[in-house]
């Protein structure tokens, strides 16, 4: 099975076969899945963001893609390997995120939301922009780990192994980033944070700290699907562009701040996504606009969506 990417540039290059057989339509719903995982991570870190700060990032995405250029960084020039890419690239993204939250946009917390929206907006286009002049407009390959390179037979048909790892990855994920939300004392405080931040204040916690470890995480998580999408799709500077889009659809499909939305949200989005790239190649990238559309029709507030007087 090829190696592609994610839509255009960045989601898994699929090219639909002639014949339909039903192992080859098993294997794009398997292609769905890795597509909708790392549209998963984006959109919890997107979610998490929102859900406890109220911004809408708009520079998702451009994090998303810096996660990759330092795991090129990371892996190539201070020849850590993917696997200290894997790790180090969204520690550093997180801090430089934590950075700019604590400098910039902290500062526009108590205005009208709309500063935040048009600061991140502006970040974005900075971001890429800074990309290309550090490391040019052109893209740079990635290589699969060797020790993930190959496939295993899964059934009826041979998966990569390297998609195999990127599920796997993400389920991990998902459960320690539930577990650190459900189970600890942090966890608690972002959730009561992102429902009445007034009554936390009141308890004497103070929220700016928290706020900053909040963003810092949301963004690690941008820089960790980065890092995974590269060996499938290559590096190039407008990768988040399209990545970010579809982020902002699933959390808006999940429901805004809803952590198990954002993840039905996200497979189902990939599955959509990657099944039209069989059955309708032309409008593939318009799926998951129109799935929107269908689901806000039904539930304007996502599928997991509640109302947050915070926001309303």
């Known amino acids: 099975m090829k190696q592609g990417g994610m839509g255009r540039s960045h989601a898994p290059r699929l090219h639909a076969p002639a014949p339909l057989c039903s192992f080859m339509l098993w294997e794009y719903i398997a292609n769905g899945l890795v597509v909708g995982t790392l549209y998963v991570i984006v959109a919890l870190g997107l979610s998490i963001i929102f859900g406890m700060i109220g911004v809408i990032n708009f520079a998702h995405g451009a994090f998303y893609a810096l996660g990759a250029y330092f795991a090129i960084l990371v892996k190539n020039t201070l020849g ?103 189970k600890t004392i942090y966890g608690t405080i972002i959730r009561a944070g992102t429902r009445d931040p007034e009554m936390v204040r009141m308890l004497g916690i103070h929220l700016k700290p928290i706020f900053t470890a909040v963003f810092g995480l949301g963004i690690a998580l941008a820089a960790l699907a980065g890092v995974l999408s590269a060996p499938l799709a290559g590096v190039q500077p407008a990768m988040g562009s399209e990545v970010g889009t579809a982020a902002f659809v699933v959390v808006t499909i999940g429901g805004l701040g809803s952590f198990w939305g954002a993840i039905l949200a996200g497979l189902l989005v990939g599955e959509i996504v990657t099944l039209s790239i069989r059955f309708w190649p032309q409008g593939a990238q318009a799926s998951m606009y129109i799935l929107m559309a269908f689901i806000l029709l039904i539930r304007p507030h996502g599928l997991l969506g509640e109302r947050w007087e915070k926001f309303e």
Do not use: H, N
Request: hydrophobic share 55%; glycine share 12%; net charge neutral.
């Open 80 to 182: 850590l390997g993917f696997t200290g890419a894997l790790v180090i690239s969204p520690i550093l993204v997180a801090i430089l995120g934590m950075t700019i939250e604590a400098l910039f946009l902290r500062r526009l917390y108590s205005g009208d939301p709309l500063l935040g929206l048009l600061f991140t907006f502006g970040l974005a286009m900075v971001i890429e922009q800074l990309i290309r002049i550090v490391w040019g407009p052109s893209g740079y390959p990635f290589d699969i780990p060797k020790a993930l390179f190959g496939a295993v037979p899964i059934g009826p048909f041979i998966y990569s192994k390297y998609r195999l790892f990127t599920l796997v990855c993400t389920a991990i994920l998902i459960l320690g980033l539930w577990g650190f939300l459900e």
